[in-house]
């Protein structure tokens, strides 16, 4: 089992610092190279800079949370997110369709673990 996961090329896990300006303030992020790729892929789906995206989910996050307490661990689960939205078919894997111009409540109907329950939803085999 290990094996499938010991076997990433170690440039995946390696971290990464990017200066991100949110509203005119510098701001450093620190995540693994892994997840700046997929938010590259995710900022290109819809026409944006890394930056933008990053601004925008905080925006985003702050119109609707009020606040950001971990901004770094939040775009990780964006990513994790993403990848699992694809997978339940949710988000297509043709990254030529904008995320922008899909449904959100058909998007998150496919989602396998809702965030209301606490706790992962095991699915029957």
């Not at 770094?72 to 078919?89: D, E, I, T």
């Not at 990254?95 to 998007?107: K, Q, T, Y």
Request: aromatic residues 8%; charged residues 25%.
């Amino acid at each position: 089992m290990c094996q499938v996961f010991i076997s990433a090329d170690p440039t995946l896990y390696e971290s990464r610092t990017r200066s991100v300006r949110l509203h005119g303030v510098a701001t450093s992020i620190k995540l693994e190279n892994l997840f700046w790729q997929v938010l590259d892929e995710i900022a290109t789906r819809d026409g944006m800079s890394v930056p933008q995206l990053c601004t925008k989910l905080y925006d985003e996050l702050v119109e609707e949370r009020g606040e950001v307490d971990n901004f770094a661990s939040f775009l990780r689960v964006c990513c994790g997110r993403y990848m699992a939205l694809q997978l339940s078919g949710g988000i297509p894997q043709d990254v030529d369709i904008p995320i922008r111009s899909l449904n959100a409540e058909r998007v998150l109907a496919t989602e396998r673990y809702p965030a209301a329950s606490g706790a992962p939803h095991r699915q029957a085999a």
